[in-house]
């Protein structure tokens, strides 16, 4: 019988105060319903309001999706959740814990639950990719031996789609399709519950976002992530989004699927999601789930009507 | 709720032991109980994880790797579990983490050639670049409507105006400890008053404009490397070309006359700033009254100094315009090229105009303006 004496007998004493706001031990889970939960946010640089109000709650084990228009605050909200930007008022609670108004040590007891990749990477350029996933490790797990570390770091790497060699070149050398996913395999190093993507799909090709959306899906389900997902891509939104946060007037004006969101009556969403682009996603998603039922002879009259519709237009 | 991750070895009644793992298998976890685990159970057959608690890829990756190199079976997962070991189990990599580093007799012999090498491209594009520099006078010679005027002025602001104040008090103090450490050196002769001499003559002859020359390198050089590199980065300059207008025209054309013209002008107000801080302590500490140290400056230097200064002051002007361009031009790839090529505008200017200094320092002295 081996054990780990001693490794959290801080941890233990705190534990015990305030069953329902407690930190949680180092080996646990968060089993609560809503990971994230934002109450009353306001944000202003200057005079400039962005969020007024802005209330929202992401439930465990989904993706949301965060849409809205340019300058709408999507990046601000993520980065309020995170601890990076002071709101003028409001509440956030990530996994339970305040992160406006606990003190910096709580916030710093969530930090190893959450993976970010920012929107160009954020890779330290001075590591390989290799030594950028071990930044979080040695930071919080400096127990772990160093053939561990590297282990974790390589299938790491693996996990996120990165051809093997990858893992010890700079991210100079890499593509941008390949810098996300390297950015992606730092952000999930501490094997965190909940990620925070911001535009992961932007400047990559379709077959690049494609791929990448459908490695979100099976990282999802098979590490059983919640997913906060800042994106402008319709495709990636009809695919993996579980429910759609679409912000605009300064708050989150409605939470949903897809399907529900397109019926609202609301000018921007309507021009969002029953735009020309909006439409193609929507087409496009539809003939594919035809074809996945192809052995049936209904979708597959279905599908070739409409292929022969698309090609008689053209 | 267990907190530790753990593990126990059984001798079943089956061939071969087995192995139970009880506890969270995390990340955070796993760290205790890895190197024990590594070692325990040469003879397990079966990994029983039905009484693990929690589990993440850091645990299914260590209990993959330890059934499979014990050929061992793994039950009593849960779903989640064995989705986890299912997806990491198949990402075995062997490879180093850090990139490949040669050892030192490969590194430092490799790292020469690569300088000598860099030496001469170094070469071929300065000449490259002074070649388009002369095109670009020629042709704004010959159509002088094509001189970007506003961009000039507004350099001269940006080069000379601004400069004034910290110009001013840099040359100001320069004067004031010249003459304050001269003044003590020379009462061991008995000789204070020849402190106007030493104030006079040493800043207008060295340090009024090499003083200047490195402030505006570090002021001015850089900025134009760090402007033009960036303007690299973003196709600035592309943009330019493809609408006609030639870079060397708009952009380095106005810095660099801006440059080699404020450098006169910022020479010779560093001396009159010096010279007044000599005086200042003159004034102070030695008792020659003000004015007397100026009108004694009029009488002991000759006036081939004050064309000494002003005569190297356009030319270190246009030395360092020539590195911050020349090196804001350079930029290419990413941004930490721009951080690169300042510095080396800073750095290579400073240095031509020291070694430039010292070459007329002989020369002046030869033609007999010593």
């Keep these: ?314 | 709720m267990e907190r530790y991750a753990a593990f126990e070895v059984t001798e079943g009644d089956g061939p071969g032991a087995t192995m139970t793992l009880s506890g969270p298998w995390l990340v955070s976890t796993v760290g205790a109980v890895e190197g024990d685990f590594a070692q325990a159970g040469e003879g397990v057959a079966r990994f029983d994880l039905s009484r693990i608690t929690e589990m993440d890829t850091a645990g299914a990756w260590l209990i993959a790797r330890a059934a499979q190199s014990r050929g061992a079976e793994i039950a009593g997962a849960n779903e989640r579990a064995g989705r986890l070991i299912e997806t990491i189990g198949g990402l075995e990599s062997e490879g180093d983490v850090s990139a490949p580093r040669a050892g030192l007799l490969t590194r430092v012999p490799e790292r020469m050639g690569e300088m000598i090498y860099n030496a001469r491209s170094g070469t071929y594009g300065i000449m490259g670049f002074l070649g388009a520099l002369i095109l670009a006078v020629g042709s704004i010679v010959r159509h002088p409507r094509r001189f970007a005027g506003k961009a000039f002025v507004r350099q001269l602001e940006l080069v000379g105006v601004s400069a004034l104040p910290i110009v001013g008090l840099m040359s100001f103090l320069i004067g004031i400890v010249i003459a304050q450490q001269g003044a003590v050196q020379l009462a061991q002769f008995g000789a204070e008053t020849l402190t106007v001499n030493l104030v006079g003559r040493i800043t207008l002859r060295e340090l009024g404009v090499l003083m200047t020359a490195i402030m505006v390198a570090g002021r001015s050089g850089s900025a134009f490397a760090a402007q033009i590199g960036t303007m690299k980065l973003t196709e600035e300059i592309d943009a330019m070309r493809t609408i006609g207008i030639s870079p060397m025209e708009a952009l380095v054309i106005p810095r660099i006359l801006a440059c080699v013209f404020m450098m006169i002008v910022l020479g010779f107000y560093s001396m009159v700033m010096a010279i007044l801080g000599g005086a200042f302590v003159g004034d102070l500490l030695l008792g020659i009254p003000f004015a007397t140290f100026l009108a004694r400056i009029q009488e002991v230097v000759p006036i081939y100094d004050l064309w000494v200064g002003l005569i190297k002051a356009p030319v270190f002007g246009l030395i360092v315009a020539l590195a911050g361009c020349y090196n804001g031009m350079q930029v290419k790839g990413n941004s930490e090229e721009v951080g690169l090529r300042t510095t080396m505008a800073v750095v290579s200017a400073i240095f031509a105009v020291i070694v430039l200094d010292a070459f007329f320092a002989v020369f002046f002295t030869k033609v007999g303006w010593s």
């Design chain 1, 1 to 314: 019988m081996a054990s780990g004496p001693a490794l959290d007998a801080a941890a233990g004493t705190r534990e015990e105060d305030g069953a329902g706001d407690r930190v949680l031990g180092r080996h646990e889970r968060y089993r609560g319903k809503f990971p994230i939960n934002v109450q009353g946010l306001r944000n202003s640089f200057g005079d400039q309001v962005i969020h007024e109000d802005l209330d929202l709650s992401v439930r465990r084990g989904e993706i949301l999706g965060v849409v809205g228009g340019s300058g709408t605050g999507k990046s601000v909200l993520m980065r309020s959740i995170i601890g990076l930007q002071i709101p003028d008022a409001g509440q956030i609670d990530v996994f339970g814990r305040s992160i406006t108004t606990g003190d910096p040590d709580d916030v710093v007891g969530v930090r190893n639950r959450w993976g970010v990749l920012f929107q160009g990477g954020a890779l330290f350029s001075t590591l390989t990719v290799g030594e950028n996933v071990e930044v979080p490790l040695r930071k919080f797990y400096p127990e772990l031996s160093e053939k561990l570390t590297h282990e974790i770091a390589r299938y790491k790497v693996r996990l996120s789609g990165l051809p093997e060699e990858a893992v010890n070149k700079y991210p100079s050398e890499l593509s941008g399709g390949m810098r996300k996913r390297a950015g992606l395999a730092r952000a999930l190093a501490l094997d965190p519950e909940l990620l925070f993507l911001d535009e992961p799909t932007a400047g990559l090709d379709p077959i690049g976002a494609a791929a990448f959306d459908e490695l979100i899906r099976e990282l999802k389900e098979a590490l059983g992530l919640t997913v906060f997902l800042i994106t402008h891509d319709l495709d990636t939104l009809h695919e993996i989004c579980d429910r759609v946060a679409v912000l605009a007037d300064r708050r989150v004006i409605a939470v949903d699927t897809v399907q529900r969101l397109m019926e609202l009556d609301h000018p921007w969403i309507q021009e969002y999601f029953n735009g020309p682009r909006g439409r193609a996603a929507l087409t496009a998603q539809a003939l594919d789930e035809l074809r996945k039922h192809m052995d049936m002879p209904i979708a597959a009259n279905a599908v070739k009507a409409l292929d022969n519709s698309a090609k008689g237009k053209a």
